[in-house]
C-alpha cells in the first residue's frame, strides 16, 4: 500500500519511453495455452497485471520468466484447465483462458468476475458465443464450467461490441471444426494484435482491422514470439500530463495512429504536436481549451483516458462535457479531483467540469487504475503537496510512472507503507 507524494507546479521535459500495451499481452499471454512449447513476448511492460496473469498461467502448469522487457512462457507442462476466483477477482482478465483452454483442451474452468469499481461488467457475451460454438456450459458456485468435444464453427453476432469478448471467441474459433464468423468484432488494436500473433501461430484469421472477421479452423497452432505493442493508454496519459503541466516532451515507442482520436482533441484544447516514425513531440504551454469528449469504442475516444481527460479539463479555460458511453458509472475519481479543487458536477453518465484557475493539493485516493492516474495529473499541475494513497491501482497498469515523471522533471516520489 505504497503512496505518491506529488508536488505540483513543475513544467514537463524530456524524453520518455512509453511501455509494451498491458491489454495487448494480456490476450496474448491466454493465446499461449493454445499450443504448447516456448512463447518469448518481448516489449512486455512489468505491471502487476503482467504478473497477476503469471501467476494464473503457473497455477496450470505454464513457466513463467521476466527478465527486463523480455516475458517468456513455456506450456510444455500445462496441466490444469482451472482459472480460480483468487486471481479472477483481482483481474477481469482472467477470463481470457476460458475460450484456449476450450478450444485446446475440451474443458475449461473459469471464475465468473463479480462487479467492478465501474458497476456491473457483464460476460454474458463471452458465455453466450461459447455455447453457439457448441460448448455446453452450467454455471456452479460462481464458476463457468465449459466443455466441449470440439468446436463447431458458427456465426456470431455481437450487439455490443466487446474486446474481450472478440478476443475470447477469436481464441476459441481458431481451433474449432469449419468455420466462424463474428459480426460487430471489437476494432481495439490489442483486438488486432492478438489476431495477428494467433495467424502467426498457424491460425486463418481474415478481415483482421475490420469488424467482420472470418476464422477458418485448423487442428493445430504452434508456439511463436512477438514484440508488444505499445501502450496507447499510457502514451495518452503521459500527453496528458504535458498538457497539463507544460512543457515539452517527446514520446518514444508510440503508434499515434492508435490515439489519433485523443490527439485530435488535444489539437483542438491548444496543444502542439510533432509526428516523426514512432516518436511524438508534445509542446505545451500549460493554458488548455475545453473540449468535450465521448467515449465510443476503437477509433473514437477511449473510457480509458475518460478519467485522464476530467483531470485535464479541471485546468481548462470554460466548461467541458465529459460523457461515458462505454462504462456509465466510471466516475469514481470526481469526488477525488473535486478534494482537490476541481469544480465538477455530475448528470447521468456526464461530466460538467468548469476549469479552475488553481488546484490545490491534499489527500487523494481511487479505486481504480486509470482514477488513479487522473489524479497523479491533478497532483502534477496543482498548488502545493497532494498525497496519492493506495498506488497499487497504477501499478497493476503502470510500468514505474513515478521514475518516468521524475525523468521529465516532476516531483513525485513514493513511500512505502502499510497503512496507506
Ligand atoms: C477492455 C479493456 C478495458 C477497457 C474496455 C473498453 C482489457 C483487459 N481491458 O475491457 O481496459 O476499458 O475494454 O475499451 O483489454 N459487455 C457486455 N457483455 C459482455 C462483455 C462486455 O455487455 O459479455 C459490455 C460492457 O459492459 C461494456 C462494453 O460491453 O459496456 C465494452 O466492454 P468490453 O469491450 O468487453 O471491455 P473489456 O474487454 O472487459
Not at 212 to 230: A, Q, R, W, Y
Not at 249 to 267: I, M, Y
Request: net charge neutral; glycine share 10%; hydrophobic share 40%.
Amino acid at each position: 500500500m505504497d503512496k505518491f507524494i506529488i508536488q505540483g507546479g513543475h513544467k514537463l521535459h524530456g524524453e520518455v519511453t512509453i511501455s509494451g500495451a498491458k491489454n495487448a499481452l494480456l490476450a496474448l499471454m491466454p493465446a499461449s495455452l493454445l499450443a504448447k512449447g516456448k512463447y518469448v513476448f518481448s516489449n512486455a511492460p512489468k505491471l502487476g497485471d503482467i504478473s497477476t496473469m503469471s501467476k494464473l498461467l503457473e497455477t496450470m502448469g505454464v513457466e513463467t520468466s521476466h527478465k527486463n522487457s523480455e516475458l517468456s512462457l513455456d506450456t510444455t507442462n500445462l496441466n490444469k484447465y482451472e482459472a480460480p476466483y483468487e486471481h479472477v477477482k483481482k483481474m477481469r482478465a482472467s477470463i481470457y483462458v476460458l475460450g484456449p483452454l476450450l478450444s485446446r483442451y475440451g474443458y475449461a474452468k473459469v471464475s465468473l468476475p463479480g462487479g467492478c469499481a465501474w458497476g456491473p461488467r457483464p460476460v454474458n457475451l463471452h458465455i453466450e458465443g461459447m455455447r453457439k460454438l457448441g460448448a455446453e456450459i452450467n454455471l456452479e458456485e460462481g464458476y463457468i464450467i465449459a466443455s466441449a468435444k470440439r468446436l463447431v464453427g458458427t456465426k456470431i453476432v455481437f450487439d455490443v461490441s466487446s474486446v474481450g469478448a472478440t478476443g475470447n471467441i477469436l481464441m476459441a474459433a481458431v481451433l474449432a471444426k469449419g468455420t466462424t464468423v463474428i459480426e460487430n468484432a471489437a476494432l481495439e488494436p490489442e483486438i488486432t494484435a492478438l489476431a495477428k500473433f494467433l495467424n502467426t501461430m498457424g491460425a486463418k484469421i481474415s478481415g483482421i482491422g475490420t469488424t467482420h472477421l472470418e476464422i477458418e479452423g485448423v487442428d493445430d497452432l504452434k508456439p511463436c514470439s512477438v514484440s508488444t505493442i505499445p501502450d496507447r493508454i499510457e502514451a495518452a496519459t503521459f500527453l496528458c500530463a504535458v498538457a497539463i503541466s507544460g512543457g515539452e516532451v517527446v514520446l518514444k515507442n508510440v503508434l499515434p495512429e492508435h490515439f489519433s482520436a485523443v490527439l485530435t482533441k488535444l489539437e483542438e484544447c491548444g496543444v502542439a504536436f510533432l509526428l516523426k516514425d514512432d516518436t511524438i513531440k508534445i509542446t505545451s504551454d500549460g493554458k488548455i481549451q475545453p473540449v468535450n469528449v465521448t467515449t465510443s469504442v476503437f477509433p473514437g475516444f477511449p473510457t480509458d483516458v475518460q478519467a485522464q481527460w476530467i483531470a485535464l479539463m479541471t485546468k481548462s479555460s470554460g466548461t467541458a462535457y465529459i460523457e461515458d458511453k462505454i462504462y456509465l458509472d466510471r466516475f469514481t475519481h470526481v469526488a477525488e479531483l473535486v478534494r482537490l479543487g476541481a469544480d465538477i458536477t455530475m448528470k447521468d453518465n456526464v461530466a460538467i467540469v468548469k476549469g479552475v484557475k488553481t488546484l490545490k493539493g491534499a489527500k487523494v485516493m481511487s479505486t481504480d487504475l486509470r482514477a488513479s492516474a487522473s489524479l497523479i495529473l491533478a497532483g502534477l499541475a496543482g498548488e502545493g503537496t497532494t498525497e496519492v494513497l493506495r498506488v497499487y491501482h497504477l501499478d497493476r497498469g503502470y510500468d514505474a510512472i513515478e521514475k518516468k515523471l521524475q525523468k521529465l522533471g516532476a516531483k513525485i516520489e513514493r513511500v512505502a507503507g502499510k497503512e496507506f
